[in-house]
T-cell receptor, first 113, second 113 residues
Framework: SQKIEQNSEALNIQEGKTATLTCNYT??????LQWYRQDPGRGPVFLLL?????KEKRKERLKVTFDTTLKQSLFHITASQPADSATYLC????????????FGKGTKLSVIP | DSGVTQTPKHLITATGQRVTLRCSPRSGDLSVYWYQQSLDQGLQFLIQYYNGEERAKGNILERFSAQQFPDLHSELNLSSLELGDSALYFC????????????FGPGTRLTVL
């Protein structure tokens, strides 16, 4: 069955360092992969989308890579700040025409001052 | 603010009851998605509507139903409620074909006692 795994439930990092979050998937051939940020009790917020033919995407301090051979995406936040503390969700889109997203359970990032 | 509105914000009801959750998508968005988020299951896709028609179905129980009206707002109906239905219910919208990022509302927290 299709499975999405985000490497850890929680990640603590020192302010100023680079945070790296991992999303692995099995039994999937996603056309697109997305990353969302979710704060407690609030709806997810779209951050970045990367297509299967793209290796890397950047937006300000955020960088996403997508390796369809390894079936893995890495999400990096450089120069992390306490305000980056949140849960980050990976979501896959199969491209089958319905635009349905399947989400991972998320990684809770805490940036320590 | 994503532009997606959901009402009510909180709902407390008893087992066996029926409730209706309402969602208004961002102006111009034709697609509406419903998700359920519980602590153990993460964010689960329920159903998608596009311009009034059902487009995709996920893990939606038979006790749950939804519709999208001509003005594009959507309602999710939950009936014969059980304790396990307690969760955050999110609505998201997107512009439709060829636009994949989703914009989430603030959610409705449902508590079934």
């Amino acid at each position: 069955s299709q499975k999405i795994e985000q490497n850890s439930e929680a990640l603590n990092i020192q302010e100023g360092k680079t945070a790296t979050l991992t999303c692995n998937y099995t039994n999937y051939s996603p056309a697109y992969l997305q990353w969302y940020r979710q704060d407690p009790g609030r709806g997810p917020v779209f951050l970045l989308l990367i297509r299967e033919n793209e290796k890397e995407k950047r937006k300000e301090r955020l960088k996403v890579t997508f390796d369809t051979t390894l079936k893995q995406s890495l999400f990096h936040i450089t120069a992390s700040q306490p305000a980056d503390s949140a849960t980050y969700l990976c979501a896959l889109h199969s491209g089958a025409g319905s635009y349905q997203l399947t989400f991972g359970k998320g990684t809770k990032l805490s940036v320590i001052p | 603010d994503s532009g997606v509105t959901q009402t009510p914000k909180h709902l407390i009801t008893a087992t066996g009851q029926r409730v209706t959750l309402r969602c208004s998508p961002r102006s111009g968005d034709l697609s509406v998605y419903w998700y359920q988020q519980s602590l153990d299951q993460g964010l689960q896709f329920l159903i998608q509507y596009y311009n009034g028609e059902e487009r995709a179905k996920g893990n939606i129980l038979e006790r749950f139903s939804a519709q999208q009206f001509p003005d594009l707002h959507s309602e999710l109906n939950l009936s014969s409620l059980e304790l396990g239905d307690s969760a955050l219910y999110f609505c998201a919208s997107s512009a439709g074909p060829n636009v994949f990022e989703q914009f989430f509302g603030p959610g409705t927290r449902l508590t079934v006692l």
